[in-house]
């Protein structure tokens, strides 16, 4: 293939190399130029342009990437049709792709003209999802090239694709095991195993002892589970342990224990006849990617995991690093929480009480927000942050002569997620934990929010407290910063609900006997109610009573 830089009137044939844009004309890269073209270029003001043309025994990119990439598309895959040197592949059932990585280097050792990109290597794919590309750096290969990759070409991408549809899942239990973890764990693992089209068939939670194992093993395969999973109650620590030694009990054999992917070293890979069982390290109660997922697919797609598999799992076996898990993993005791700051949201905009800013209004001859604010102060959590953004000096009015640090929020229109953000953005790198309080919540008392801190303990996993009466969870809630780069990622008008439902497991119900947590005043009724309340809880009335006295100080 010829290169270079050519005048117009000898670059007739040739492609175009640069894409070029001009008033009234358009030229894309790898365009052929034809007489027209060259004459609007010449009309432009174009003298010269960089140009490659073929010469005989080249082959033309789309045609060289489509040769190669059906002789490399293995079972499973399809390819797409060539464009500009580039042909995808893609799955064409759910499964686990598998490479060979020795041949995928030897093909791409052949020239630098000759590429293929893919996957990582048993990486769990989806039906039309693109595994592999074949590009062509050039607008052409030479023939010689070309012939010397297809030498080498041979089906070297496949998608495995899902076998194994039906699992059996057996939770053990220990005091202290709460039910809402063993909820947990079936909703992820179910939602682990939808995508292979596998579902949970059948299910037990027995105590946690090794003749209880070796019972529920034998009878979940009786009842025709292709696949077993245990999730234990306390960690497998040796092969003799209880969940390993009830699968010998049933019969099976222990094929591996421990695996160099960190969440996942306490994989255990096991066998009871044709029957895959595995012990699931803790980290599998959680839905983020860890050592379990890699071997789970890998057996629901019916592709043998060896020794050898699970040891060359190292390289890249370092995974994001899990909140929730108890520990930190370089091992260090985490400390207790030292210190914490309060976050108060005052930025909202009230447009259920038109007419008036609700955070000043006042309640019972007090600012509504400041009643907030004064419950956080009456805390031991320093800094007291309040967040603004609607009419910011109404609230700063509202809150004159307080100890408190304001933040205001800009972006306060588009969502409780931007004040949750700014909030967390400004709590010192030295605070250990954080209580986020809603403005329009006057009944929260400072003694709450000390018991919602002292609930936090991060070294046994407990990230989030939570106040609840009658399993109705309210606010305000106090967070762990291990949990603060989560809060920050929140976008658009949610608070973190959400989240306390995700990490379930690290989520410490504080109980209270009131409906304090749960009292907001959003609307002008609300808060004649709420003033209402005060004046009964003074008088020591019923509420018809209160309100004639209430009727009685208006007019």
């Known amino acids: 293939m010829k290169f270079g830089t050519l005048p117009l009137a000898e670059a007739e044939g040739a492609l175009s190399v640069h894409s070029i844009r001009l008033p009234g004309l358009e030229l894309r890269k790898g365009t052929r130029l034809d007489r027209a073209l060259l004459e609007a270029l010449a009309r432009a003001g174009v003298e010269r342009l960089v140009a490659a043309r073929l010469e005989p025994g080249d082959i033309a990119e789309n045609d ?14 399809t390819a797409d ?10 799955a064409t059932v759910p499964g686990v792709l598998v490479v060979d990585p020795a041949a995928v280097d030897v093909l791409n050792a052949v020239d630098e003209s000759v590429t293929l990109a893919t996957l990582p290597n048993f990486r769990a794919v989806a039906a039309g999802e693109m595994v592999a590309t074949v590009k062509i750096i ?5 023939g010689a090239v070309h012939r ?3 030498a080498r070409a041979r089906p070297m991408v496949r998608v495995a694709p899902y076998r194994l549809r039906r699992a059996a899942v057996i939770s053990t239990l220990l005091p202290g095991l709460l039910p809402k973890v063993v909820a947990k764990t079936l909703r992820v693992t179910a939602q682990r195993l939808a995508p292979a089209g596998a579902a949970i068939v059948w299910r037990a939670e027995i105590p946690h002892e090794a003749e209880a194992v070796e019972r529920a093993v034998r009878e979940a395969i009786a009842a025709g589970a292709e696949i077993v999973i245990l999730f234990g109650a306390s960690a497998i620590a040796d092969r003799r342990d209880v969940v390993p030694a009830g699968i010998v009990a049933a019969g099976g054999q222990i094929e591996h224990f421990g695996m160099p992917v960190d969440p996942g070293n306490l994989l255990l890979v096991a066998r009871c006849g044709a029957v895959p069982v595995l012990g699931a ?3 599998a109660r959680s839905s983020r990617e860890n050592g379990f997922d890699w071997v789970l697919h890998r057996l629901l797609a019916g592709l043998p995991v060896r020794r050898a598999d699970l040891a060359g799992m190292g390289v890249g076996g370092l995974l994001m690093e899990i909140a929730t898990r108890p520990q930190p993993r370089e091992g260090l005791e985490e400390p ?27 309640l019972d001859g007090v600012p509504l927000v400041r009643r907030a604010v004064e419950a956080a102060l009456a805390s031991r959590a320093r800094p007291v942050l309040v967040v603004t953004g609607h009419e910011p000096e109404r609230v700063r009015e509202a809150l004159a002569g307080l100890d408190v640090s304001f933040v205001h929020n800009p972006d306060h229109a588009e969502g409780m997620s931007t004040s949750l953000r700014a909030g967390i953005a400004a709590v010192p790198a030295e605070a250990d934990a954080a209580v986020v309080l809603l403005g329009d919540m006057p009944r929260v008392t400072g003694g709450l929010i000390d018991r919602l801190v002292e609930a936090l303990a991060p070294a046994a996993g407990r990230l989030v407290a939570v106040p609840v009466r009658q399993g109705r969870r309210g606010n305000p809630v106090a967070w762990a910063r291990r949990l603060f780069p989560e809060l920050a990622a929140l976008t658009g008008d949610v608070g973190a609900r959400h989240l306390i439902a995700a990490h379930a497991e690290a989520v410490a119900d504080v109980a209270v006997e009131d409906d304090d947590a749960f009292v907001d005043v959003d ?8 003033e209402l309340h005060r004046i009964a809880a003074r008088a020591g009335t019923d509420g018809a009573e209160a309100l ?5 100080e208006d007019a």
């Open 64 to 77: 060289a990437a489509a040769s190669l990439a059906a002789a490399l598309a293995g079972a499973g895959t």
């Open 81 to 90: 049709a060539a464009f500009t040197g580039r042909v995808n592949l893609r």
């Open 138 to 142: 050039p607008f052409a290969v030479e």
């Open 148 to 150: 010397a990759a297809l």
């Open 281 to 283: 390290p803790g980290c």
């Open 336 to 362: 207790a929480i030292a210190r914490t700051a309060a976050v108060v949201l005052a930025a909202g905009r009230g447009t259920r009480m038109p007419g008036r800013n609700k955070l000043a209004a006042p």
């Open 523 to 530: 609307t002008s009724d609300a808060l004649e109610l709420e």
């Open 548 to 552: 004639e006295a209430m009727r009685a």
